[in-house]
């Protein structure tokens, strides 16, 4: 992942959210009221991603499941897949 960052990074700015790179901090934003509570995570991340033009993901299982192409899909972003 590491690589594909470095090449992409070359043409674009990159931005990470997650664990493994973490260049990028989540914004504090506050609850969003028209989401249930236990829905907030994903009510940030979707207002986080529908300022972007494309969402690449990585999964490191053969099957998805992860709800990152929900995600992406909810913010009507393409969802970019690299699977391990």
Same mark, same amino acid.
């Given at each position: 992942? +590491? #690589?594909? /960052?470095?090449?992409?990074?070359?043409?674009? +700015? !990159? /931005?990470?959210? =997650?664990?493994?790179? @973490? @260049?990028?901090?989540?914004?504090?934003?506050? $609850?969003? $009221?028209?989401?249930?509570?236990?829905?907030?995570?994903? *009510?940030?991340? !979707?207002?986080? #991603?529908? /300022?972007?033009?494309?969402?690449?993901?990585?999964?490191?299982? +053969?099957? =998805?499941?992860?709800?990152?192409?929900?995600? *992406?899909?909810? !913010?009507? #972003? $393409? $969802?970019?897949? #690299? !699977? +391990?």
């Amino acid at each position: 992942m +590491q #690589l594909l /960052h470095c090449y992409c990074s070359n043409y674009y +700015q !990159v /931005h990470s959210y =997650g664990a493994c790179l @973490n @260049n990028k901090a989540e914004p504090k934003m506050e $609850p969003d $009221p028209n989401w249930p509570e236990i829905a907030q995570k994903r *009510a940030r991340k !979707v207002k986080i #991603l529908s /300022h972007y033009k494309f969402y690449l993901a990585f999964e490191n299982l +053969q099957v =998805g499941g992860s709800g990152r192409s929900d995600t *992406a899909l909810l !913010v009507e #972003l $393409p $969802p970019l897949f #690299l !699977v +391990q």
